[in-house]
Structures are given as structure tokens and as C-alpha cells.
């Protein structure tokens, strides 16, 4: 088949919840009619779900159109053997409307096809089951039982006489004798 989706089926994007959007190229590349432009439409199949469910015997369900932006179409600038299709992902909004689970189970069934009779049907290859793999983020912190502390005591002719390291709560002094700042 000619052209196709360089990926194909099922496939995951990694996405955090806190993104506003988050942009997705799906690349579809061609072998034959180099010379000439190309327009390839690109349209939601629902119906890639329900295959894809009873044959994997999952329960995807469909993303709702105000989650996303897909172009109608795909353009093959002559001479040229790959076109995108840019997608953008409103993560953000989809997780605070659906919730993380229902999000990460959601799906855009997306299939490519020629206005032009004399292309030949990609089948399985000129689909796309785009689906996001989103997380929450997650900052961990590592706090030290005991924090480290310098002290230094200054005089006025501008000497340091001691430092004090305060370290797990003991206190290590160092005497210095008439060093001076530099």
C-alpha cells in the first residue's frame, strides 16, 4: 500500500497533565508518484475503536473533538515522499473535565484516505489509533535528617576569631588567630 502512516495501530504519546497542549506528529510517507503534489484526506473513524476493542478485548473509548485538532487534510508537496499531520492534544482540559483514568483511556481513531480513485487502499497501514499516555507530575523532595549550618563570628577591625559549624545538632568550633578578610 502506498502511502501509509510510518506508525501505525495503537499507538501512545506521553503527555503531563499540567501541558496546555500538546503538539503530535503523525508522519505518513509514500514511495510512488514523487513528482506529483498529493492532498490525502484525514478523517475520525469511530469504528477503529470498536475493532480494535473486540479484538484486543479492551474498552477504549472515543476523545471528544474539543480535545483535540486534527487538519482535514495531509499535503505531499511534489517531490516529496513524507507529510505530517500535525495534531494538538488539550491535555490540560481533558484531564480536568474527564479525570486522569477516563483521559488515559481515550483515544483518536484516525484514518487517511485519497479523493483520487488511483491510490491504493493503505488498509490497516493508513490507520492510526492515537492514544495518550498521561501522568500527573511529581516532585520529590529529599530533606536531610540534619541541615549543615556555618557560622562565622566577625570583630570590628574586621578578624574572623571562630567559626561554628552547627552539624546534626553538634557544634564544631575552629579558633583562628587574627585572619583577615581579603
Known amino acids: ?27 505518513i510517507s509514500r514511495i510512488y508518484g514523487l513528482s506529483k503534489k498529493m492532498d490525502l484526506n484525514v478523517a475520525i473513524d469511530e469504528t477503529l475503536i470498536a475493532e480494535h476493542n473486540e479484538l484486543y478485548g479492551s474498552s477504549y473509548t472515543l476523545m471528544p473533538a474539543e ?25 490540560e482540559q481533558l484531564v480536568a473535565d474527564k479525570g486522569l483514568d477516563a483521559a488515559n483511556n481515550m483515544i483518536i481513531p484516525i484514518r ?44 570590628p577591625n574586621g578578624s574572623i576569631k571562630e567559626i561554628r559549624r552547627i552539624q546534626c545538632n553538634r557544634i564544631l568550633t575552629h579558633h583562628i588567630m587574627q585572619m583577615r578578610r581579603i
Open 112 to 155: 487517511m484516505s485519497s479523493p483520487v480513485e488511483d491510490i491504493e487502499d493503505a488498509a490497516s497501514k493508513g490507520t492510526v489509533l492515537m492514544k495518550m499516555k498521561i501522568d500527573t507530575p511529581k516532585i520529590e523532595v529529599d530533606v536531610p535528617e540534619c541541615a549543615e549550618k556555618v557560622d562565622a563570628i566577625d570583630f
Open 1 to 27: 500500500p502506498d502511502p501509509v502512516f510510518d506508525t501505525n495501530g495503537l499507538q501512545e504519546y506521553e503527555a503531563i497533565s499540567i501541558y496546555e497542549e500538546v503538539p503530535v506528529e503523525l508522519s
Open 67 to 91: 480535545y483535540y485538532e486534527l487538519p482535514a487534510t495531509a499535503t505531499f508537496e511534489a517531490n516529496t515522499k513524507k507529510a505530517d499531520v500535525p495534531v494538538k492534544v488539550f491535555v
